[in-house]
């Protein structure tokens, strides 16, 4: 099984509304999300609301990150050209399974049984620890939430914060368990100095550390990684060898455009100031860090969402998750029910993008359309405006297949066209359903269920039935020059 | 490697064939950086609180460092070996490691520094602790920055031990993040750490903890 065929099989097993239900009855899990997306919202309003220039930062990175989009094959050889200079080793993926073949290969000829890990969503993205696991590798995640993942045989479930769906207790009972601590305190402290005690041996035993990337500097050839804990610095500085993947999106022009996004990323990301640590290097220093350093660069996918002038604003995203917080819709479900690398609102446009529109499809519509996604979004991704524009496309693509044109659902929108071209028809179609409706009605005077295709709406909303008089109506008997008005308490 | 630069080439004909360029690279190099340089870029550049002399930058900085649990504490640029001394002797160390180019007038009598240059991971999670320098501080963010520097020393230096005092000159404090760039771009190759107090998680509950991987104990001493 190749690398790509995994990654699918391990995602997008079922559509979102169908995991979501499931989802939405763990009522643990959308509580622990629900705690968590509330605190690192208020902590992210307060550290925004003290900056007077937020909006003009949002402004400049949006327009950086456009500007790289724009001249991408430029800025990428900019990359190239200076990272090899300062003594890295530059590789390119078109795809999937060729990261993961150029990875393998570096460990391999290292012959690493073991590696220390960084999160990262591209690893995730291509299904990498698997891949290492199936040639007898051992992945070993040091981030705290990772780890708590990889224990548990979980998911991520949110990119900042992979583990944010697990509680506290639950993470105790995991490490007193796996870590064979059956002592351990139930503090958050005494959680940190366990993962603290087993990780670093692991650190100083270890030789070849696989990492992401935040920024990719296109003027020095360097690499910014922001992290909080620590094990993304121990993970750069002390291995021999270090593997860093990134998407080609992830370039900026200059090390200075760094002023931008260390400002808007740590407080969209996890509501500080400033987080803990950031780290940025060029290529091997002598002397510190890493000996061997190589960066693949991941397209999978990425390049012909460039084509596409609306939706081209996808890739400007820092991942600060900020839309996930913010989001109604991942509110109540949490990041699973996405069935998908990439969660929340930028999920919902990512994901089925990167697969050509082929998988995640029921994700553009997995919104509200509130906005509160764009409002948040620290690069002004206008994410309900590429959201209508991808459902436009999942329509067009769909009446462009046989069986699509018949669908009941294209069938019912060239019905709802034709109803709303003309006003007697509408008024028409109004009273037959009137008329129809009333064996839906429940008692609440809403309709839960509707027959056929009509219960895709139905299924994750309940209708208010229609009135007994329509808006039409009661205007032409009561406002339309010549009518007799009623009562007008009848309408108050 | 062939087939690396088979999809080298592949990747940057897919982007330029999605973004419809058909311009010579000399020139569309002209463009591109004349359109880079005209992007807006109206964020504040300089803080206003330096202007009223640096107390009030250093004000800020402590508040800030005191909120992510650093320690904080002063002194005149003649008193910072004594300063030091009185530091280590509260937190009950007896000596720290310390990176080439630490300054002699630093250094208290009594206690053991170690020239940590080339040390390895175990050797410095012997020790028990380091000082260090800085090359920039960031009073609205409460950052330090270290490079690969005199009295800086590698990046491993400031990470593997579990305590790291920090010696900052109010010189080199500025307020906001664009001042701190504009003064790191000269030496923007080097290897660079920004520090915004002691390693902390948020990852349980999404409530700040301190003390993961990097060092759990952070003092910062400020040289007025
Ligand atoms: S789309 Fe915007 S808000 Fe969402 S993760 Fe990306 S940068 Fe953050």
Not at chain 1, 156 to 185: D, I, K, Y
Not at chain 1, 313 to 323: G, V
Not at chain 2, 132 to 143: Q, W
Request: charged content about 20%; hydrophobic content about 40%.
């Amino acid at each position: 099984m190749t690398a790509t065929e995994t990654h699918a099989s391990q995602w997008h097993t079922r559509d979102f509304p169908e995991a979501a239900r499931d989802l939405l009855q763990d009522s643990q899990t959308r509580k622990n999300v629900q705690h968590a997306t509330n605190v690192i919202q208020g902590k992210r309003n307060k550290v925004v609301a003290e900056l007077p220039d937020w909006e003009e930062l949002r402004e400049s990175g949006a327009q950086v990150k456009a500007h790289v989009l724009r001249h991408l094959d430029h800025y990428l050889t900019q990359f190239e050209e200076n990272c090899t200079r300062a003594g890295g080793h530059v590789h390119w993926a078109a795809d999937a399974a060729e990261a993961n073949r150029i990875i393998l290969g570096l460990v391999q000829q290292h012959e690493a049984k073991e590696v220390i890990k960084i999160k990262t969503m591209t690893s995730e993205e291509i299904g990498l620890n698997r891949e290492l696991e199936a040639h007898g590798i051992r992945p070993i995640e040091t981030d705290l939430a990772e780890l708590i993942i990889q224990m548990g045989k979980d998911r991520p479930s949110h990119f900042v914060a992979p583990a944010l769906h697990v509680n506290r207790a639950q993470v105790r009972a995991m490490f007193q368990r796996e870590m064979h601590l059956p002592e351990l305190g139930e503090e958050p402290e005494d959680l940190a100095t366990a993962a603290r005690i087993y990780l670093r041996e692991k650190y100083l035993r270890i030789k070849v550390a696989i990492s992401g990337g935040n920024f990719l500097i296109a003027d020095t050839g360097g690499l910014c990684i922001v992290e909080s804990e620590g094990n993304g610095r121990m993970c750069l500085t002390l291995p021999d060898v270090l593997i860093s993947l990134v998407g080609i999106e992830k370039v900026i022009p200059s090390f200075e455009d760094l002023e931008i996004f260390l400002q808007t990323l740590p407080r969209s990301a996890t509501g500080e100031r400033m987080n803990p640590y950031n780290s940025t290097w060029c290529g091997v220093h002598p002397g510190d860090g890493p000996k061997e350093f190589h960066v693949v660069l991941l397209d999978n996918g990425r390049s012909p969402i460039l084509a596409d002038r609306e939706a081209r604003q996808t890739l400007q995203c820092i991942r600060c998750a900020a839309c996930l917080n913010a989001c109604p819709v991942y509110h109540q479900t949490g990041g699973h029910a996405y069935e998908s690398v990439y969660a929340g609102p930028i999920g919902a446009i990512l994901t089925p993008q990167l697969h050509s529109m082929e998988e995640g499809r029921s994700l553009p519509y997995a919104s509200s359309l509130c906005g509160a996604c764009y409002q948040v979004c620290p690069v002004k991704i206008n994410i309900p405006e590429v959201l209508i524009h991808l459902r436009g496309k999942v329509v067009q693509e769909d009446q462009a297949t046989l069986m699509g044109k018949f669908s009941l659902w294209n069938i019912g929108m060239q019905a709802a066209a034709f109803l709303f071209k003309d006003a007697s028809r509408l008024a028409m179609a109004e009273r037959i359903g009137r008329v129809g409706q009333k064996a839906l009605v429940s008692k609440n005077g809403f309709i839960e269920w509707m027959p056929l295709m009509l219960s895709g709406w139905t299924q994750t909303r309940d209708l208010k039935a229609m009135p007994e008089q329509s808006f039409r109506d009661w205007w032409a008997k009561e406002k339309a020059p010549g009518a007799k008005p009623a009562d007008r308490s009848d309408h108050a | 490697m062939p087939e690396i630069s088979d999809h080298r080439a592949r990747i940057l004909a897919s982007i330029r064939v999605s973004l419809n360029k058909g311009m010579s690279p000399a020139q569309a190099e002209a463009n591109i950086a004349a359109e880079c340089a005209n992007l807006d870029r109206k964020y504040v550049r300089t803080g206003t609180r330096a202007t009223a002399g640096h107390d009030g930058l250093l004000e800020l900085l402590t508040d800030r460092l005191l909120e992510y649990d650093a320690g904080v504490y002063r002194a005149a640029p003649e008193g910072i070996a004594a300063a030091v001394g009185e530091i280590l002797a509260g937190r009950g160390k007896r000596g720290l490691a310390i990176p080439a180019g630490v300054p002699a007038e630093w250094l208290p009598q009594g206690y053991e520094f170690t020239l940590a240059e080339g040390f390895d991971a175990y050797q410095l999670d012997a020790t028990e602790g380091v000082l260090t320098g800085c090359s920039v501080a960031i009073a609205e963010t409460g950052s330090i920055v270290l490079q690969n520097a005199a009295a800086q020393g590698a990046r491993i230096l400031s990470l593997v031990p579990d305590y790291h005092l920090c010696v900052v000159f109010a010189g080199q404090i500025v307020e906001e993040v664009p001042e701190a760039f504009a003064r790191l771009k000269a030496t923007s190759t080097l290897p660079t750490t920004f520090i915004s107090g002691p390693s902390a998680t948020a990852d349980i509950e999404m409530t700040r903890i301190k003390g993961v991987h990097g060092p759990r104990f952070l003092d910062v001493l400020l040289v007025v």
